[in-house]
């Protein structure tokens, strides 16, 4: 079966504007994870859903990042007000409950100029 | 928080020699070990990972152990092969992973 998809795989904005990004789990897999991994570091964890809620937010940097889940399924991270420091690489995961394995997507680079 | 450390931060190695790459973790309360191995461009690829229940997992050329008491988890891969380069990561966690900072991984045909 398709593995974690991300759209888009590439995108350039302007300081100031408004992005999204999305991700398409592996179909049946409840729980999906974002994390963000700048230039020469590990991924860092942003927030993780059970189904349509977010079960931990703790990693989101502040609020100008919110993420969605609406059907328990695509996810949307969505960050306003973008600032040349959210440049980074954001990973998607997903896996078939809260604690299997995390299977990652190729990730959607952001750059902010 | 958990907390994890890696190490070395670059390794080389001749082509058909075993690499070892090394991780300690801070929170005891962390079940799951997960290695995963990041080709340029590209997302990570898991694989391998062990659960606190087990001490030693292998599959074919790569082994990795944990040890729960001095809380530190490493990476075997032996017969190493040129498509074996590139960067290593481990992580640490239960739903919420905490990755290392990473190993490049350097086969000398």
């Known amino acids: 079966g398709a593995g974690v998809s991300q759209t888009p795989s590439n995108k350039v904005t302007e300081k100031g504007k408004y992005v999204e990004l999305r991700c398409d789990p592996i179909?049946?897999?409840?729980?999906l994870y974002w994390y963000r991994q700048s230039l020469g570091q590990g991924p860092e964890f942003l927030i993780y859903?059970?189904?349509?809620?977010?079960?931990?937010d703790s990693g989101l940097p502040n609020d100008r990042f919110f993420a969605v889940r609406p059907e328990g399924s695509v996810s949307t991270l969505k960050i306003q007000r973008t600032e040349r420091g959210d440049s980074a690489v954001y990973l998607c995961a997903s896996s078939r409950g809260g604690r299997g394995t995390q299977y990652f997507g190729p990730g959607t680079r952001l750059l902010v100029l | 928080g958990e907390n994890v450390e890696q190490h070395p931060s670059t390794l080389s190695v001749q082509e058909g020699d075993s690499a070892v790459i090394k991780c300690t973790y801070s929170d005891s309360a962390s079940n799951y070990f997960p290695w995963y191995k990041q080709e340029l461009g590209k997302g990570p690829q898991l694989i391998i990972d062990?659960?606190?229940?087990?001490g030693e997992k292998k599959d074919q050329r790569i082994a990795v152990t944990l040890n729960k008491t001095a809380k530190h988890f490493s990476l075997h891969i032996t017969e190493t092969q040129p498509e074996d380069s590139a960067v290593y990561f481990c992580a640490g966690g239960n739903e919420k992973l905490t990755f290392g900072t990473g190993t490049r991984l350097t086969i000398i045909p």
């Open positions: 859903f059970q189904g349509t809620g977010a079960a931990d």
């Open positions: 179909s049946g897999h409840t729980a």
């Open positions: 062990i659960r606190s229940n087990v």
